[in-house]
């Protein structure tokens, strides 16, 4: 049953009689919760009022230049009443209005539609359309902002920020400040986590709105490669495109001989537990595991890892692993070169049994975390209906355009193949939205960095030694170890490191790697250095602000200059 509701002007704290500036809404259009209505601009800022139901706009009660204070009624919403209805009507908050594609018959034309609304696919959608091309963005999902701002960057970093104030709480407990134990209400913490992912996603449900890209809700597939066919509430559209750009991303690996059940978590489940787990047992040392042993370890579970390569975060130099590794067994136990094979569901607790060499063994935990990787949702696209090609993982094979083997459709992002990342599915977003309007030739980007936002966090970009060892490319390193920093002498964060490998006779940079404090902001300086080709000197003759944490890439990059002062370093 469908209920009519008045949105009035929520309590916007101290402002009253404020000029709207823009209305956002019109008659009919399908709004979700949180999305921004109006735009309203006092003496002290601008700011954009949100919805605070989902529904039909039915009647709109203001226009522009019209005065609102709390209580002011915005427009009444036809929405479900979700105790009354039986689950068969539903309202899909899609941002084109309902009545319009009603009135095309189901069949829609666009140059260029997106399929997947994460990353890669919304930034996709918003580049071509500053190009000047008619986009339409699908997306199963009813939220646009994919894994990344659903269920992964986004929730999973606020999360550690939880974490890290507990950390930093207990800090300095010998050097003159000491608090009470924190009390951890994990239900507000996932209010806040989730308030951040509404109000990140229906920001760019404006964004998609005020560049006038229809975003359809619906899973999509190919009919052939001029057109597609999305089945949103068992009515199919049609869309006829001049070009595609697939950005499907990516979904967790499920380990075959664990059973479906509540306490065998993967990523997406144990960023919305509602519980402590007393103990956790994490089965995958990567960047994703890693993050939420660092997460529920100091939200006081007892956690384990279980890695089967010999190192954590296999592929990282381990000189970087090694610094997070020593600060992660003080709290948790890390088993190394170890296959968890088998589990069992016992008494609401899970059994599990390990290898490891000729060794064997069974523990039992509260629940598991499966995080041995993703993969790539390709296989409901019916890519056979175009001759795309993929390879034996499923990633689907694009040439250096970023083009599939039908040449008007593009992929982008996870579903192309690593690095899982979302500012590498950004940057493919963008340079396939500008191939197809003919402003670029080719991916022009020769590095993504990589950040772990552990405690230390690890960042790295460009070559890496293990790459260089592996391929014999000869390098040069200078490393300086954050001991010598007087920012991280001054911020208890002397566990950590800094290096560049640079090329022995250009001395350009090659690479760089960061272990410690906001490594993952402090890798951004080297990234530039590489792309702009610059050369050690170019660093370590710009002056850096002191005491900085950044100032250890200008060691870093003195060390190798051969012009350091800050340590001494006898002459060869
Ligand atoms: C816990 C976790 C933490 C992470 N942290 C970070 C981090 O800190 N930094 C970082 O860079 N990366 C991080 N990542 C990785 C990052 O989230 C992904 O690399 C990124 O989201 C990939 O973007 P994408 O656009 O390729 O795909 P996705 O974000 O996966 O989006 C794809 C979208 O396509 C939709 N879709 C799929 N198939 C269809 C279909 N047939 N029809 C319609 N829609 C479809 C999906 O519903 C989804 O919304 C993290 C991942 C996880 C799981």
């Not at 009624?73 to 039986?86: A, F, G, K, M, R």
């Amino acid at each position: 049953m469908t209920k009519l509701i008045k949105v009035t002007t929520p309590d916007i704290g101290d402002f009253k009689d404020v000029p709207i500036i823009e209305l956002l809404i019109k008659d009919g259009d399908i709004i979700a919760i949180d999305q921004p209505l109006i735009t309203i601009e006092s003496d002290k800022a601008t700011m954009e009022i949100p919805s605070t139901h989902s529904g039909v706009v039915k009647k709109i009660f203001i226009k522009v230049g019209d005065k609102i204070s709390k209580g002011t009624p915005i427009c009444d919403l036809q929405t479900v009443d979700h105790e009354s209805s039986q689950g068969d009507e539903k309202i899909n908050p899609v941002t084109e209005s309902q009545s319009n594609m009603d009135s095309m018959e189901n069949v829609l034309n666009c140059d260029t539609v997106v399929i997947g609304a994460g990353p890669g696919g919304y930034t996709a959608a918003f580049r071509a359309s500053d190009l000047g091309q008619d986009v339409i963005l699908i997306e199963k999902h009813e939220k646009i902002g994919g894994v990344c701002l659903n269920v992964g960057c986004i929730p999973s970093k606020a999360l550690l920020h939880a974490a890290k104030i507990i950390e930093m709480s207990h800090e300095m407990i010998n050097n003159g400040i000491s608090f009470s134990k924190p009390e951890i209400d994990i239900n507000k913490i996932h209010d806040w986590k989730n308030s951040i992912i509404n109000k990140l996603t229906s920001g760019l449900t404006t964004l998609s709105k005020k560049r006038k890209i229809k975003v359809l809700q619906g899973l999509a597939e190919f009919n052939d490669n001029s057109s597609l066919i999305v089945n949103k509430d068992n009515s199919n559209y049609i869309i006829n495109f001049k070009n595609a750009i697939i950005a499907t991303g990516s979904s967790p690996i499920k380990l075959g001989s664990f059973p479906l059940d509540k306490r065998i978590l993967n990523s997406t489940s144990i960023l919305d537990l509602n519980e402590i787990p007393k103990s956790l047992l994490i089965i995958g040392g990567g960047i994703i595991g890693l993050e939420m042993a660092t997460v529920y370890s100091e939200f006081g579970s007892k956690v384990e890892i279980c890695e089967y390569d010999d190192q954590l975060m296999p592929g990282a130099d381990k000189d970087l692993v090694n610094i997070l590794h020593k600060k992660l067994e003080k709290n948790i136990k890390i088993n190394l070169s170890t296959l968890a094979d088998e589990c069992e569901i016992k008494n609401n607790k899970v059994n599990v049994k390990f290898k490891s060499n000729s060794k064997k063994w069974s523990e039992t935990y509260d629940y598991v975390l499966v995080s041995v990787g993703r993969i790539p949702n390709s296989s409901s696209l019916r890519l056979d209906k175009c001759n795309i090609e993929t390879d034996d993982k499923s990633f689907i094979i694009v040439n250096e355009k970023l083009q599939t083997k039908a040449s008007n459709i593009y992929a982008i992002g996870d579903v192309i193949g690593q690095p899982m990342l979302a500012h590498k599915a950004a940057k493919e977003g963008k340079l396939a939205a500008e191939i197809i309007s003919n402003q670029y030739d080719i991916i022009d980007y020769k590095t993504i960095p990589s950040v772990a936002y552990t405690s230390p966090e690890v960042a790295w970009m460009g070559l890496t030694e293990n790459f260089a060892n592996q391929n014999s490319i000869d390098y040069e390193k200078a490393s300086f170890p954050w001991a010598a920093s007087g920012r991280a002498q001054a911020s208890n964060s002397t566990n950590g490191l800094t290096k560049i490998l640079y090329d022995k006779k250009t001395k350009k940079i090659l690479g760089a790697g960061i272990a410690g404090e906001n490594a993952g902001e402090l890798i951004s300086e080297s990234v530039l250095g590489l792309e702009m080709g610059a050369n050690i000197e170019d660093v370590a003759l710009t002056v850096h602000p002191h005491p900085t944490l950044s100032e250890t890439t200008f060691f870093a990059s003195e060390i190798a200059d051969g012009t350091i002062t800050d340590l001494y370093i006898p002459k060869k």
